[in-house]
């Protein structure tokens, strides 16, 4: 086989998804083949380069790539070559495979992706040819991440499993370092389960022998599952206790809070981007537990230079425009809380696109009281739900809400802004008796499925 071009090798990507799993009736299981045998065949046959790195595991629902994101810049601050693995992208397809050295955060080049992927698809052509299943495309990526980390030489790599955490293709990483357990909540039922206590065994399968183990707060049974995996593993488990974080204060800037008597301030904007920083500390702990060393101006500075598009982000201040990627209930929460913490005096406008293989139904109810005005959109996705659809639970949640649905992402944000614009230059005053009060300002939130909130990141900045 020929060396690939960037173009071949993203084509040869993209069609792994049908040979992947060539016998289902369900297009959107296309590109998703649960289980850890072909994972091990491909990378068995590459060498194994992921035996050879420090691997750093973290799985979860919510809050994995704040948490990568923080660990990653840490061990940066810290003089340490770091490799993050990440998904979905939302900039770039490079920057799922990140290689992070002092302030330079570098992303696989495309000569690099073309290379990976030609040598990766001459083994993969040989598995089928002797009658294995082809690698899915995450199967595909996953194990190009590990050669770039290899040929890299990272000291540490920053691992986020695609989905669930016990048949995930990352999880062929037989001892990392640490294991880490982000907030778990109900997502993806349809392939982990439909309850807590199962999805939370699924993510606890990344969980190894003698490793230790940090995990967020989590709900009642999501824990009691991951205390036993950590028993029977008899790996240490450090779970962050939201009370040991104080003083916390935040505005569109920044967030301060106290930890354990310390004081630390993260760019990230949302008060639950304190507990993710929390969890990124008691990495940091484990690790000087295994005899790895930091300084405490480099804990400091990786946690306030952190930085991750699409997580309650400011895109303009004219108006004001956030973007968060709240595509499941709980992260739907979270995102009301935010809203209304930082922005609760203001005339609230909403635009949003969700996938129908989500419970969009527990977004609606969890964005209840959180908008004046919701403009729906379909994402740019064969899974998407259809605006219409969308606009119609979001009008049955609340009958006085208004809801309008727009054909394209684009026109949805142009309206938001016109309304918003509208709204604080004219007459949509209060009148109280005899006083008329000035009109709020107004804040625009882009919300939902990550096909919304990347479309809207790789726009041209204004």
């Avoid at 183990?213 to 599952?225: I, N, Y």
């Avoid at 959180?370 to 998407?384: G, M, V």
């Amino acid at each position: 086989m020929k060396q690939m071009t960037y173009e071949e090798a993203r084509l040869f990507i993209q069609g792994a998804a049908r040979q992947a799993t060539p016998d289902t009736e369900d297009p959107d299981k296309f590109g998703i083949a649960l289980g850890l045998d072909t994972m091990r065949e491909l990378t068995s046959r590459l060498d194994n380069p992921q035996d050879k790195l420090r691997v750093i595991h973290v799985a979860g629902t919510n809050g994995k790539g704040s948490v990568t994101a923080f660990v990653s810049n840490i061990l940066a601050c810290s003089g340490y070559l770091t490799g993050r693995y990440v998904s979905p992208s939302l900039d770039a397809y490079e920057e799922k495979v990140q290689r992070i050295q002092g302030d330079a955060v570098n992303h696989i080049t495309k000569d690099e992706v073309a290379s990976f992927i030609t040598r990766i698809a001459r083994v993969a052509k040989d598995m089928v040819r002797e009658g294995l299943p082809h690698p899915s495309p995450f199967e595909l990526e996953t194990a190009m991440a590990f050669l770039a980390f290899e040929r890299w030489g990272c000291d540490f790599v920053v691992l986020e499993v695609g989905m669930g955490g016990r048949l995930d293709a990352t999880n062929i990483v037989r001892k990392p370092i640490c294991c880490v357990l982000t907030p778990i909540s109900i997502d993806h039922a349809h392939f982990l389960g439909s309850d807590l206590a199962s999805i939370a065994a699924e993510k606890a399968g990344i969980i190894k022998t003698n490793v230790p183990v940090v995990s967020s707060p989590q709900e009642r049974d999501a824990l009691t599952v991951i205390r036993s995996a950590c028993n029977q593993q008899a790996a240490s488990l450090t779970v962050v206790r939201r009370e040991d974080a104080g003083n916390a204060s935040g505005n569109l800037e920044r967030t301060d809070f106290t930890y354990d008597g310390v004081k630390y301030t993260i760019s990230l904007i949302g008060l639950h981007q304190i507990e993710n920083a929390c969890v990124a500390l008691e990495v940091v702990r484990a690790l000087c537990r295994l005899g790895y060393e930091w300084k405490e101006d480099a804990i400091h500075g990786g946690l306030a230079r952190t930085h991750w598009r699409g997580r309650m982000e400011v895109l303009s201040r004219n108006p004001l425009t956030l973007l968060d990627a709240a595509h499941n209930p709980a992260a739907a929460r979270t995102l009301r809380e935010n809203v209304l913490y930082y922005c609760g005096g203001r005339y609230r406008i909403g635009v949003v696109g969700l996938l129908a293989d989500k419970d969009y139904q527990g977004v609606v109810r969890e964005m209840v009281g959180t908008f004046d005005l919701i403009y729906t959109i379909t994402p740019d996705s064969e899974r998407a739900l259809e605006g219409r659809l969308l606009a119609q639970e979001f009008q049955s949640s609340s009958a006085s809400l208004p809801v309008v649905f727009i054909e394209s992402l684009d026109e949805a944000i142009r309206e938001a802004e016109k309304a918003a614009t509208l709204y604080e230059s004219s007459g949509a005053c209060n009148i109280r008796g005899n006083e008329r009060t000035a009109p709020r300002e107004a804040v625009i939130v882009i919300f939902g499925s990550f096909h919304v909130v990347g479309k809207v990141a790789r726009r041209p900045s204004k």
